[in-house]
């Protein structure tokens, strides 16, 4: 796999799971949400692949730019 689509998907993981855990902490700390467990992985399975398109798209820009 090359080293540009494991970034991606590594970002998409991370920001997948920053919202589960912030997901998590809101219910935890301040009420609960008016959805279950199910529909929160559904979301976050959709986070986590919109993270993972937009740095697989915005890596290019930045890579022609020399910032990374």
């Known amino acids: 796999m ?3 689509v494991t970034s991606s ?3 998409g993981a991370v920001g997948a799971l920053a919202f589960l855990a912030l ?3 809101y219910q935890l700390l301040v009420a ?3 959805f ?3 529909a929160l992985l559904g979301v ?3 986070v986590g692949a ?3 398109a937009v740095t697989y798209l915005t890596e ?3 890579t022609a730019k020399g910032r990374t």
């Open 60 to 62: 290019v820009r930045l």
């Open 23 to 25: 997901a998590q902490a």
């Open 2 to 4: 090359r080293p540009r």
């Open 44 to 46: 976050g399975v959709v």
């Open 36 to 38: 279950g467990l199910p």
């Open 9 to 11: 998907l590594l970002w």
């Open 50 to 52: 919109l993270v993972a």
């Open 32 to 34: 609960r949400l008016g």
